[in-house]
Nanobody, 122 residues
Framework: QVQLVESGGGSVQAGGSLRLSCAAS?????MAWFRQAPGKEREGVAA????????AYADSVKGRFTISRDNAKNTVYLQMNSLKAEDSAMYYC??????????????????WGQGTQVTVSS
């Protein structure tokens, strides 16, 4: 398994931006960001393949969020722009060995970070 540490969460007003970071102990994994709001199921936000050539996004964040990675730093980023109140949640970084199937399904990931809180006020 790989160890993951998220950072970059915080409080921001609607329309603002935040960049989340996930530092991994190794870079040879497909990575994804998930989020979970109180009383809701964990949902996939964005995923990126090991080399960065493939990405996937939830429909709710397309055009606003961008996932990227710097394998030299073993770090994956989630740039979040035009934030909305409904983006408020605990954001988790996850890793797994395979890209397929379903890169945004949380049950298919076996390594998780501790999470970082994002709060968007309207």
């Amino acid at each position: 398994q790989v160890q993951l540490v998220e950072s970059g969460g915080g409080s921001v007003q609607a329309g603002g931006s935040l960049r989340l970071s996930c530092a991994a102990s190794r870079s040879t994994y497909n990575m994804a960001w998930f989020r979970q709001a109180p009383g809701k199921e964990r949902e996939g936000v964005a995923a990126i393949s090991t080399g960065g050539g493939s990405t996937a996004y939830a429909d709710s964040v397309k055009g606003r969020f961008t996932i990227s990675r710097d394998n030299a730093k073993n770090t994956v980023y989630l740039q979040m722009n035009s934030l909305k109140a409904e983006d408020s949640a605990m954001y988790y970084c996850a890793a797994r060995g395979a890209w397929y199937p379903a890169p945004l399904v949380p049950n298919l990931y076996n390594s998780w970070g501790q999470g970082t809180q994002v709060t968007v006020s309207s």
